[in-house]
């Protein structure tokens, strides 16, 4: 039974297989071939995740995208949607145009997506916050949001009348309102402004009613009933009406009672712009605007009189105890320039803040003539008007020089241009146009600024002379602050007219003297020939010296007798030519100097004569000399022997007389000497006292062995005494002992009857 029951079960399975059919089952790694097979051949479209374990169809990302972001509440970043769907966010970009493909409620905005039911969430936030704060702004909302402006922008301006309800602002795109909040600023605008009696600054109230400034601004035309603004600029100030009346009624009170107005007082009440301000005010006023204030005609009137009775009256008016005290020194400047007509300023002198008559400049003037007159006359007395007019010449020369020079380089250049148009050097036959780099009119501005600075002045009157005449009947008059600048005024007129007066003085000299100038002429004539006699002695004294010491005495004689000589002459030439006289310190190069300005006649011989000065020869000189008075219209007297005689006893004489009256000691010895050798060789000799030692050599043949010892042993005294040694008190005792005797030498010498 057992058997047969597992036959039929046997049975029964057998028949199951025969029907059934058989089942395959592929392995992992055979279906990983088989896609890649698929992908290769591109028969199919798969997106693998991001653990590469799975894969999706592109249909599939796109529902999964919809499906995450309805999920999300409208509004998911692709960054977070690829870590949700476990994709690479490169396969979400490719296939977010497939997601926004025919959908219109679906946006992409900065990374994000966005679908039309969160839009609408946010329309009815932001709705609901303009009804809170009355008033948004797109910038805020931006930050609130995380979205940008313009799509924020866009969302209120599409749902504006419909989710939003509120005015979008015409100043400021932006801005968003509603017509409570307006309202409302309104009425806080108003409420402040009707509160303020005095210039606000419009800051102050925006800190007190807390607008905007750009709301207030665009508010304030239909709240402006109470006052005005200065500006709609930042830091601008609110003027209310009451003020500005009250601002007016006290400029125009001020302005009736004083006839002016100041600046200043206009800044302090609070009005900056006062120019405009004035000219609103007194639009239909006769006015005139100063420095510091604004005056009216009255007080021009009045000061016009003023000035009227200073001319008529012959005096002067201080215009600033006549003006208002604010009124300043360039207030007071205009003022003249506006009453002060040509024919008034021809009669009035304008000082610091006075006018004063010129007919009273003209008295104080007056009492002047006299001191004028007196420092005219000193100044010719003293050369100095005459060196005065030879330093103008001289100048004017030099201008008149820079004249011809400039005058020949134009002739040069004229030359050149032409040379260079004939030749055609250089130019290949082509004509050509030279442009000349001088340019005469700037060097003509400058010779003639060097001559400004170069211009010579003769102070007749110095300022310390002008002071002491006019101080005393200024300070009676009160007007002794003008002191300086009345000065300044009358002292070039003064020194003009002191050059006039000097120049007539001179003038009047000049003809007393070419009256006397023949008698001057023959005086000169004659006194220059007893120089050159006495020159003429001393010459012939030194030649019966030694020949060793004639050298230094010619040189000597020269430097002093024929110095004088020559400066005797200059002199007389200087006078001639009407030129300062020649000091008797000059040196030769000072003469010389002098001179080379003379004119030719002169100039020559007396330059061979000022040579032979530093010479040695005294023949050159007396031939020179002869020559130089030649030029001068002189001539020199033929020798007469017993004149000479007679010169030669006067010499003696007069040494005698000049050694009894002395008391130097030293210079006893030297008198002595020159007197002793007039008389033993009856001829005049001119020695200075270094050459003593060589004369008493030379005399020794003329003097007994006691007078010869005597004078050696007073000349060694004498040395011992100008030494300034320690015998120099005891020498001195010594010669004033011995003097006496050496004087009495001189006066009883006799001429030897024959050479010892």
Known sequence: MADWEEVKRLAADFQKVQLSSTTQKLSERNCIEIVSWLLEKKMIDLIFTSDGKEYLTPSQLVQDIKSELYVNGGRINLVDLAKLIGVDLAHINAHINDVLKGQKDIHSVLGQLIDSSYITKIAGEINEKLIQQGQINVSKLTIQYDLPAEFLQQT????LDKLIFGKQDKNDPRIFFTES??????????GALGGLTRPTPVAAILAQIDITEKLFFSLFDQTS?????????AGAQYIPNVYARSQNEWVQNFYKQNGYVEFDALIRIGISDYKNYIKKQFANEKILQLNSCVVNQSILDRIEADIDECISSKSYVDLQTNLPSVFNENDI?????????NQKLQQTLVLNCFVISKAFIEKISKDCDELVKEKAKKSVESGKYQQYQTSLQVSHKSLKFDDVEEKVDKREERRKKAAGGKTGGGTQGRETKTKSTKKPGRTTTKQVDDFEEKKVVLNILTEEDLTSAIQMPLEEEGLDELMQPIIDYLLPKLN?????????IYATTIADRTANRRQTHNEIQNKLNVMVGDIRLYEKGLKLLPADCQAQLYKYLLKTHCTDVVTEILNYVAAEQNLNPVNENFNNDQRLKFINDLPQEYKTPLANLTKTLSGQSVDDFMAAVEEGLAACSMI????DKKKDRTTILAHKHELLEKLNSCTDVALILHLAILVIFTTATQNMLHASGRHLSSLLTF????????????????????TLMLAAGSESENAKEKLKEKYPNIVKIANEYKRPGAEK
Do not use: H, P, W
Not at 156 to 159: A, D, H, S
Not at 333 to 341: A, N, P
């Open 156 to 159: 209120i301006e599409k749902n």
């Open 181 to 190: 909040f307006i309202a409302r600023c309104k009425a806080r605008i108003r």
């Open 225 to 233: 009933m109470y006052g005005n603004l200065t500006s709609r600029l």
């Open 333 to 341: 400047k205009l003022v003249l320039d506006k009453v002060l007509t």
């Open 496 to 504: 003009e007219q002191g050059i006039e007066i000097a120049g007539n």
């Open 636 to 639: 020199i007297k033929k020798i």
């Open 699 to 718: 005399l020794k043949q003329y003097l007994s062995e006691e007078e010869y010892s005597e004078f050696m042993l007073y000349y060694d005294f004498v």
